[in-house]
């Protein structure tokens, strides 16, 4: 079946420096990606989405990476910051509306 | 802002309790889902609904029921409750088609859980 995966549960980064989450998709025929922000205590909340026409897309101190020849994306997290400690889901469009969430990455950033 | 809001943040219920979730939300979005949120599964689809009294079963529906009775209010329901079933339960809602509109603007929104500790 379809799955979404990140490849590392925990990531602890110091301030200052860049942050990247990385992320395995399944299904090729995905053709949207989106990432959440889970806070402690809240749900999650959207950070920045791609679509599969597109490589890369950059937002607010947050560039996402697409390569769709090894169904991997990246969220890069530029001068991470304490308030950037947070579980980081990507997700795949799997159908009308459907997001494939994966396992989450924990990222601790460290004085 | 769109507001999800599910109305118990934290519940314990013992084995067997029927218990109801309740998610409510206040931008008219046809599409509502329930998903279930655990340590290294990430989030996993139980139920979701595309409009009033329709609900298609997610990749784990065993266990659960959902109620949608109007637009703005998507009810998961736990007919007998087991200890498997503890967890944290998200509710989110969206337009049909995330893609659409401007970066951002139609994807799923969530609350902010609802933590179930069955004993």
């Known amino acids: 079946g379809e799955s979404v995966g990140l490849h590392l549960p925990t990531l602890s980064v110091q301030e200052g420096d860049n942050s990247i989450i990385n992320c395995a998709y399944s299904?090729?025929?995905?053709?949207?990606f989106i990432w959440y922000k889970q806070e402690s205590g809240k749900g999650p909340q959207f950070i920045i989405d791609?679509?599969?026409?597109?490589d890369k897309r950059q937002g607010q101190r947050v560039t996402v990476l697409l390569n769709k020849t090894v169904k991997h994306l990246s969220l890069q997290i530029a001068a991470t910051q304490p308030g950037d400690s947070a579980v980081y889901f990507c997700?795949?469009?799997?159908?009308?509306?459907?997001?494939?969430f994966g396992a989450g990455t924990q990222v601790v950033v460290t004085p | 802002d769109v507001k999800v809001t599910q109305s118990s943040r934290y519940l314990v219920k013992r084995t067997g309790e029927k218990v109801f979730l309740e998610c409510v939300q206040d931008?008219?979005?046809?599409?509502m889902f329930w998903y279930r949120q655990d340590p290294g599964l990430g989030l996993r689809l139980i139920y979701f609904?595309?409009?009033?009294?329709?609900?298609e079963k997610g990749d784990i529906p065993e266990g659960y029921s959902v109620s949608r009775e109007k637009k703005e209010r998507f009810s998961l329901i736990l007919e007998s409750a087991s200890t498997n079933q503890t967890s944290m339960y998200l509710c989110a809602s969206s337009f049909p088609d995330l893609r659409q509109g401007p970066s951002g603007a139609n994807v799923l929104t969530f609350g902010a859980g609802s933590r179930l500790t069955v004993l």
């Open positions: 609904s595309y409009d009033v009294k329709m609900k």
């Open positions: 931008m008219d979005h046809e599409n």
């Open positions: 791609i679509r599969s026409n597109m």
């Open positions: 997700a795949a469009l799997r159908g009308w509306g459907k997001l494939q």
């Open positions: 299904n090729s025929a995905s053709d949207y």
